[in-house]
């Protein structure tokens, strides 16, 4: 096999290194620059900063730059205290862990806020590094758990969503070449892939009849001439590509370059040993599919099946 080829082990072990090579976000909030300065310094080695000077730049920094795994407010500031900034976090991102930073003694404010799962918790100024490192240190801990429960939950949403789409298609299609474009399309939308092809296999070799999505100008790419699709099929297991300096496109791939591919899994649905048609997702995108690819290989299997009791019923 390939060096570029990646089996399922192998590419779920990938997509586990590579998010463990991203440092958490953090956003710190202080009216005050030295302090806001101080805080930045302090954990920009382990997170990636991003400062505020208030809670309304706060939260213009959150909605262009997403969800963060802690912020650190102070509770004092013109216009919009710490605890009201935080209160209007938590709808959007109910995962982050709040850390409110303190010099006064507003004991209804935190009290309150701490009750009602706003903060996590605070810490008086003049604060001590060691402390003030140890909780956020915690406060990270907390959030990748909080992380991994949230995962899991939408995840089994997710398998029960899609395979009652899948059960739904294969009822209402009589014909395979009728059912790959929606079943494409159903699976495409649920990964969020930039493009997807479902393609029928017969005698170990692709044949005419496939199923698109796209929700990009370049993608899907063609399957015939793929390597890795090839690979998959004569194989029965899932293969992967992810785009790198050291893991250039294969001979015979380079549509990958062109139209801007970042990641290309292949996933044969097979029915009792055998290959009834390939699943290539594509994103043009880094994405994180570690809890994702069990899934998506459970669905393949889910295909195998409605494939051939279509077959079978038509």
């Not at 991994?148 to 899948?166: D, F, G, V, Y």
């Amino acid at each position: 096999m390939s060096n570029s080829l990646l089996d399922f082990d192998s590419v779920t072990q990938q997509l586990k290194n590579i998010d463990r090579r991203k440092k958490p976000k953090m956003l710190v909030v202080d009216d005050e620059p030295d302090n806001l300065d101080l805080l930045y310094r302090t954990f920009r080695r382990d997170f990636r900063v991003y400062k505020a000077d208030s809670g309304m730049q706060a939260l213009e920094v959150l909605s262009e730059e997403g969800e963060v795994a802690v912020i650190i407010s102070d509770q004092r500031m013109p216009e919009m205290k710490g605890t009201e900034f935080l209160s209007q976090t938590v709808p959007q991102f109910p995962d982050t862990v709040r850390i409110i930073l303190t010099g006064f003694t507003d004991v209804e404010d935190l009290v309150e806020a701490i009750n009602s799962g706003q903060v996590y918790k605070y810490i008086t100024k003049p604060w001590d590094p060691n402390e003030l490192k140890a909780v956020v240190d915690r406060a990270a801990e907390t959030y990748d758990l909080l992380k991994q429960r949230t995962e899991e939950l939408n995840l089994a949403q997710q398998q029960i969503q899609l395979s009652a789409t899948i059960v739904q298609i294969t009822q209402e299609y009589q014909r395979i070449e009728s059912a790959l474009e929606p079943l494409a399309t159903a699976i495409g939308q649920c990964f969020n892939g930039d493009g997807c092809v479902l393609q029928a296999v017969k005698d170990g070799a692709l044949v005419g009849e496939l199923g698109r999505y796209s929700s990009s100008e370049t993608l899907p790419i063609a399957l015939e001439s793929d390597p890795f699709v090839k690979d998959a099929i004569a194989s029965g297991e899932i293969r992967a590509w992810t785009n790198s300096a050291s893991n250039p496109p294969p001979e015979g791939a380079e549509a990958y370059q062109s139209s801007g591919l970042q990641l290309h899994l292949v996933v044969p649905a097979v029915y009792q040993k055998e290959v009834l048609a390939v699943l290539s997702l594509q994103w043009q995108k880094s994405t994180n599919l570690e809890q994702e690819l069990k899934l998506i290989h459970l669905s393949a299997q889910h295909l195998g099946v409605a494939l051939k009791l279509i077959a079978t019923n038509a």
